[in-house]
Every structure is written in structure tokens, then in C-alpha cells.
């Protein structure tokens, strides 16, 4: 099987609906189209079987969260790419037309981690295209570099990947001791550490911006991740200096990609850190009436007057003295985590929660 198209479902109105039924008209020898729905809805449940075909897998489970839904999806692939997209998006039909004459050419090739192309993104203030500049070089700080010029959603998650880097770099980051929604950028990163993308000449995926974009919608759902990790909505004002720190000191010192020379680890660090602590100190962030907002509020202005002097391991202090501010607990284990990235020892395994995976009873359609 060549490629894997996968969509975790969720919502069961009709624009869903229409969304998964152009999936499965994907469907081919070459092309299995995976269908994991979580909605619990009965009407939707009895709709997708009339969806079903050859080289589909529809697939109704009980309500779970999008995280497990989106990992048990991926166990059901056999592609050697995979392509992931939500349902409230849409891809071009003609894109995924030209999918298995491309994987044909380049499957054998290890240095290609992926396929993208132009992005439409939709949103109430009007239509923009992204299209990553650089992502195809074979010069990985040029990757990272024309990844970082573009300043709208993240888009690039929405590629068509080889399966076995997914697999490798999803398992990484479920490793780490604090689940962010920034992460989705922190798994572009490591797909550019790996490999270069084959850009498709022609228009690719539509995204819809949705509560992305407005400010205080898009960062409730920032704060969901933060509070279900135990953590006050105060923390959402380290939200960039996280992805900033977090993103520079697996870029220096992560095994999750092919090593590359230390001056160009340290040069896509600095990088990624200075975008991403322009955006710390030039992105309002919202604290959502937090009692903690003062104490957090001296942390950042802090970190921000010790940039260009501070290192890693005081940013990892500083970090993990806000977040013992809400628990020691965590707050201890992301320093150890992070301190043994930072000194190149092996972290230690962290204990996966299965409680969810276990109830959820899958109903094949």
C-alpha cells in the first residue's frame, strides 16, 4: 500500500459528512482511505456506512479524546505514507490523484520525508495561500528557515508523510512532560530535521482557520492543554518562550532525526529560538482572569530583559519555577526531563496512560 489518507472525526454535521465522503472517493489499490469516528452520534455512525467501499476502513469507536483517536487511527494504517487531514478541511482532488506517481518516485529516496504543496487557508477576514518557502532544499537550516517565514497557522501538519517518521516522532513527543498545543509545530520541526519535502505544483489542502482565529477563542484552547496537564490559564503567557526553548534544545541536542553537524544544530536553534522569542515578547497572551497572573507576569518580563545572555539551563530553571508556582511535582519533572535533553543523558521513560485506550470498544462498519 502506498498511502494512507486517515481522518479522525469527530464532528457530525453535514459539512463533515461531505468532507469524509469525498475521502472515500480516494479510495483505490494504491490508496486506503481510514475513517476512525468518535462522535458517539448514532445518525452518523448509520450515514457512514452508506460511505463504505474497497480500500476503506470506517471504524465507530465511543467518545475518546482527539489525541487517542488520532494514535488508534494511525495503528490502522498500512501505507507507506500517510496523510492525515481534519474534517472540517478539504484537499484537492487532483492532489491526491497525483499521490501514487509521486510516491513511485520517490519512496526509494531517504532524504524526502514528505510531500506538500500550496495551502489555502480560510478564515472571516479572507482566503490566504501559504507556501513554505525552502521545505524542499536539500540544506536543512534553509528548510527551517522558510518554515519560519511563514507567520499564519501551521499548515504543514497537514502533509503527506512517510509513515515509519510519524510513527517515530508522535511516539517522541507523547514522551514529553507537559502536552502543549504548540506541539504540532514542534512535529514540523523535527520532519524538517529529517527530511525534505517534494512540493507539489499545484494547489493542495484547504484549511479552515476556525476559533484559530481570534485571539481569545484560539487561546482557550492554548489553556485547555495546559489546564488538563494540571496547570493554571496563568501559564499561557510562556506559551512562545516554551515552544521557543523547547524546539532550540531538540534541535541541538534531539536523537529523533539524523545527527547533523553541531554549528548547523546551533545555527536552526538559534533561529527557531529568536523567532520564537519575538513572538513571546510581540503576541498579547491571555491569562483568563487567573489569581496567578501577577507572579507569571514577573517571570516573563524577566526572561525577557535576560535574552541574548541567558543560557538553556537557566531558562529551564526559570520555566520550571513557574510551573512549580501551580505543582512541584510537575514542576520537577519537566527540570528532569529538559536537564537530561540539555546534558545529553537519555530521559527517563515516562508511564503512558492507557485507562482510555482500554474502553474504547471499536465497531467496524
Known sequence: MQLSIIIPTHRHDLLALSRIAQACSWARPQVEVIIRDNSGNVDKRETLKHFQRNNCTIVSVDPCDPRENFVESMRLAKGEFVFVLADDDMCFDQAIAAMPSIIDRIAKDPSIVGI????????????????????????????????????????????????????????????????????????????????KFHLLPRLFYLYDFGVWENTETGQKRDVTFYTASGLDPGFNLLHWFLCGFEGAVLALHSDAFPDHPPAQRQAIANLW?????????????????????????????????????????????????????????????????????????????????????????PVML
Request: aromatic share 12%.
Open 116 to 195: 506538500a504543496g500550496p495551502y489555502i487557508v480560510e478564515a472571516a477576514a479572507g482566503s490566504v495561500v501559504i507556501n513554505y518557502k525552502a521545505i524542499d532544499s536539500a540544506d536543512v537550516t534553509a528548510r527551517v528557515a522558510g518554515y519560519l517565514t511563514e507567520a499564519g497557522p501551521n499548515v504543514l501538519f497537514y502533509a503527506v508523510l512517510r509513515r515509519d517518521a510519524v510513527k517515530r516522532i508522535v511516539a517522541f513527543i507523547d514522551g514529553l512532560p507537559i502536552v502543549c498545543s504548540f506541539h504540532d509545530q514542534i512535529l514540523s520541526l523535527l520532519y524538517l530535521l529529517n527530511g
Open 273 to 361: 529560538f529568536s523567532t520564537m522569542f519575538a513572538r513571546f515578547k510581540g503576541h498579547k497572551r491571555l491569562t483568563f482572569g487567573s489569581s496567578f497572573a501577577g507572579e507569571v507576569e514577573k517571570s516573563c518580563a524577566k526572561l525577557q530583559a535576560m535574552a541574548g545572555t541567558v543560557t538553556f539551563d537557566i531558562m529551564l530553571t526559570e520555566i520550571s519555577a513557574v510551573i512549580g508556582i501551580f505543582s512541584k511535582d510537575k514542576a520537577q519533572d519537566y527540570f528532569d526531563y529538559w536537564d537530561a535533553t540539555l546534558n545529553k543523558r537519555k530521559p527517563v521513560p515516562r508511564a503512558a496512560d492507557v485507562s482510555k485506550l482500554e474502553s474504547a470498544k
